[in-house]
């Protein structure tokens, strides 16, 4: 029997611009809750009612649960939804009488983004509520992740930020979920020694550890990766196979670069006409992504041929007997090594299944359906596997990350390292307000309160991978300096002692995150 | 990738940086040469880089080949951020298994104070390595503030300092980083062993290698994975 922990990670950078009607960046939401989260619970809803036996963990981070929950935010989604149901009702009249070949696929978009739409309402607009019953019925295992996703290797000589990082993400969880997580994403399964001592003392069991953790440790591995790792403060360590996630996550070989899936960039906001698109696109005339699209990713070609949603299912299908069967043939290689009863952690971005990969939520849904059907498989959780008290490898671990190379180069290179001069100082200077000022109520304690809101959104992941990647980098420049400023707005009137009431009634309405925070848990272990 | 001190790293460390880009008889090249070719890689990587390669993290398949940064509103901004602080110290953070980035700043005071006074400065490395210890000193100017430390694998930490030094060759510690452990991997240090452990070399490589047999992006794997092969082709 082969155990598969699927372990699936949500997460959104916290963006949230009330002030502005629409927001490009808030697109990155809506578009994975219309092409992702829904279409995911959807499908797992309806595995549950089928009587499919399955189990996966799923993370959703903080910052992703908190606009998930935020009534502004489920708000503009509907206004989002509304449009892309009118402009599907357009593209099904449109596609009627010219270019044909996408009919069928219009109607489809159509139905399920009113689909979508309905769960969405039909869940109160929270669709958590909808992964929380699925939970509560032993299907998923819910875990966190750090409060903001910090990559938390680079933070380690700064305990305390990294232990708020873990507490606030902790909070959150259970304030969202109405439990403790068990286990803990690693952000960018970025893992240093010392941090496993953290996430205990903070009640955590577990959590997914990069592939080449185990053959670089400090210590002889037994069982190479295949059962859990206990790492020396007696955190349990899911160790990420590399050679099964690869055939998805390939970039050069995997399954979703499959020439009959569909493309993911030849859109119609970018290719019809202006006054088509224009209500549906981004002000003033800024084309941007519709979901409206038709092509297949054909090849490295600009003569994209029509996408056949037929053909894609074929190959679905024929995906997932190919992902099981190398499942199982590493199985039996594993087994005749002689190590039974194998664990493949298999560790992804959610929105990787059905945004990136269009075709990625079926795909899923085959191998859970196909999986349960054979005696060769069992999906399970890592949770399950700890209470089942089974083998294990005792091992130290180096410092590593899922990153490119294996380390922090994504974080820390020559677009990004000028950051870390600016949290650093950030950090320590909340350390000293939470020295200077130990028990703050009412209007002072509010005020550190967004001071180490502001700290903690600008130590998010996401700016220095987006400054590596060179993609949004004007936007992510300006958060983490705009984050960093509101800080020192903090420290310098907490310095006079003083506060700016104006200005902080402001700065809370426009990071409605972390309502429970509590500035002192930046308190340093050192006093 | 960290380009802004490779015209100040010593001949050593740009050789091991030249062979990781895989530029062959680095040995043999002077210093000038490397830089250009290490230059020549860096400018073909930003040329050739795929925007729509799916390894990619997941926002930027949201967000690249949009280029459309410059329409992005700006979020109502509250202050600068400062250009220097007005204190004297130095960090040292690990950015992977063979290179430390180390940075600091010095107080517009020390700063005068020294000056005033003649002083240089220099960053002072220390390696702890498996019982031995190295030390060197690296010169800095006053307006340097960020260095790049190549580190060997080993059981021991590195750790940086900032020092003045007076005209007569007095140093005078101005500030000292945390202590950074070295990657102390098991299969490093006991190649020996490695002739007994071929099952669970196989084993290891069913984890960490993909369909067609390419090994998980890492250095210290690929070294691993050397040694076991060289271990193996003595066997033979």
Redesign the interface.
């Known amino acids: 029997m082969n155990k598969l922990n699927l372990i699936l990670q949500a997460h959104l950078?916290y963006v949230r611009?009330l002030?502005?009607p629409k927001?490009?960046?808030e697109?990155?939401l809506f578009?994975s809750l219309n092409e992702t989260y829904i279409p995911l619970l959807r499908m797992l809803e309806r595995l549950d009612k089928d009587g499919v036996d399955f189990k996966l963990a799923i993370c959703f981070s903080p910052t992703l649960s908190t606009m998930l929950t935020d009534p502004a935010l489920q708000e503009r989604f509907v206004d989002y939804m509304n449009g892309r149901i009118e402009l599907g009702k357009k593209e099904k009249k449109r596609t009627a009488v010219e270019e044909t070949e996408c009919h069928q696929m219009a109607i489809h978009y159509l139905e399920e983004a009113e689909k979508n739409l309905e769960r969405f309402e039909a869940l109160g607009r929270n669709i958590l509520t909808g992964f929380r019953e699925l939970h509560e019925k032993n299907r998923i295992e819910l875990l966190t992740t750090a409060a903001t996703h910090a990559y938390l290797?680079?933070y380690k000589?700064y305990p305390a930020a990294v232990n708020a990082q873990i507490a606030m993400g902790l909070k959150t969880h259970e304030r969202i979920f109405g439990e403790s997580a068990r286990g803990f994403w690693l952000p960018d399964c970025g893992y240093y020694?010392g941090l496993g001592d953290m996430l205990v003392e903070n009640g955590v069991s577990w959590c997914q550890l990069a592939?080449?953790s185990?053959?670089?440790?400090?210590?002889?591995?037994?069982y190479?990766?295949?059962k859990p790792v206990e790492l020396p403060s007696g955190l349990y360590g899911f160790?990420r196979?590399?050679?099964i996630t690869?055939?998805v996550?390939?970039?050069?070989?995997?399954y979703?670069?499959d020439t009959d899936y569909r493309d993911?960039?030849r859109d119609i906001g970018y290719y019809l006409p202006l006054d088509y698109v224009r209500p549906y696109i981004?002000e003033p005339e800024?084309r941007?992504f519709t979901g409206y699209k038709y092509h297949a990713i054909t090849g490295k070609t600009d003569d994209k041929a029509y996408y056949s949603r037929e053909k894609a299912m074929e190959k679905v299908s024929l995906h997932v007997d190919n992902f099981l069967y190398?499942v199982k043939r590493?199985g039996f290689?594993?087994g005749s090594?002689?190590?039974n009863e194998p664990i493949f952690n298999l560790c992804f971005?959610a929105?990787?299944f059905g945004?990136?990969w269009y075709e990625g939520i079926e795909f899923l849904e085959g191998v859970l359906r196909r999986a349960d059907s054979s005696d060769d498989f069992v999906f399970t959780t890592p949770q399950s596997i700890i209470l089942e008290n089974g083998p294990v490898d005792k091992l130290r671990l180096?410092?590593s990350s899922w990153g490119?190379?294996?380390?922090?180069?994504i974080w820390?290179?020559?677009s990004n390292?000028w950051i870390?001069?600016?949290i650093?100082?950030a950090i320590e200077r909340m350390e000293e307000l939470t020295k200077r000022f130990p028990d703050q109520g009412t209007l002072k304690g509010r005020f550190l309160n967004q001071a180490s809101r502001e700290l903690l959104l600008a130590m998010a992941s996401?700016w220095p991978?987006?400054m590596h990647?060179?993609?949004?980098?004007?936007?992510a420049e300006?958060?983490l300096?705009?984050h960093?400023?509101?800080f020192?707005?903090v420290y310098s009137a907490m310095s006079r002692n003083t506060v700016n009431t104006e200005?902080l009634i402001n700065a809370e309405r426009?990071s409605e995150i972390f309502p429970d925070i509590d500035y002192r848990l930046f308190e340093s272990p050192k006093d | 990738?960290?380009?802004?001190n490779v015209d100040s790293l010593s001949v050593y460390e740009l050789r091991t940086i030249a062979e990781q880009e895989g530029i062959e008889g680095a040995e043999a090249l002077s210093r000038e040469e490397i830089i250009s070719l290490l230059e020549e890689r860096y400018e073909d990587y930003g040329e050739n880089?795929d925007?729509?390669?799916?390894?990619?993290?997941?926002?930027?398949?949201?967000?690249?080949?949009?280029d459309?940064?410059?329409?992005?509103?700006?979020?109502?901004?509250?202050?600068?951020?400062?250009e220097v602080?007005p204190?004297t110290e130095i960090?040292l953070?690990?950015?992977?298994?063979s290179w430390l980035?180390a940075?600091w700043?010095i107080s517009p005071n020390d700063s005068d104070r020294l000056q005033d006074g003649r002083e240089s400065i220099v960053l002072s490395v220390t390696i702890e390595n498996n019982g031995a210890r190295e030390e060197y000193d690296v010169p800095v100017s006053y307006s340097d503030?960020?260095w790049n430390i190549g580190i060997p694998y080993g059981r021991g930490f590195c750790c940086v300092s900032l020092d003045a030094v007076s005209p007569d060759g007095e140093k005078t510690v101005l500030s000292v980083s945390?202590p950074e452990?070295l990657?102390?991997?098991?299969?490093l240090s006991?190649p020996d062993?490695m002739k007994y452990s071929d099952?669970?070399y196989?084993?290891?490589l069913?984890?960490?290698?993909?369909?067609?047999g390419d090994l998980?992006?890492?250095?210290?794997?690929r070294d691993?994975v050397n040694l076991f092969r060289k271990e193996d082709t003595k066997d033979e």
Request: hydrophobic share 30%; with cysteine; glycine share 6%.
């Open positions: 950078p611009h002030e502005y927001f490009l960046e697109n990155w578009e290797p680079l000589n020694p592939s080449h185990v053959i670089t440790a400090k210590d002889k591995s037994v190479s990766g295949y160790v196979d590399w050679s690869s055939l996550w390939s970039s050069v070989s995997g979703p670069c993911f960039y981004h800024v941007v190398n590493r290689a594993i090594a002689g190590i971005d929105e990787l945004h990136r180096n410092e490119e190379g294996g380390y922090s180069d820390l290179d020559g390292s870390y001069r600016h650093f100082k996401d991978c987006i990647d060179g993609t949004s980098v004007t936007y300006k958060r300096r705009n960093l400023g509101s020192n707005v200005w426009s | 990738m960290i380009l802004v880089a925007p729509k390669d799916l390894n990619l993290r997941y926002m930027s398949g949201l967000t690249d080949y949009r459309i940064s410059k329409y992005v509103e700006n979020p109502p901004g509250v202050e600068e951020l400062p602080y204190d960090h953070i690990k950015k992977n298994g980035y940075f700043s503030t960020e945390e452990e990657t102390d991997s098991y299969w006991h062993e099952s669970l196989r084993l290891y069913t984890l960490i290698t993909t369909r067609e998980v992006d890492n250095p210290v794997v691993i």
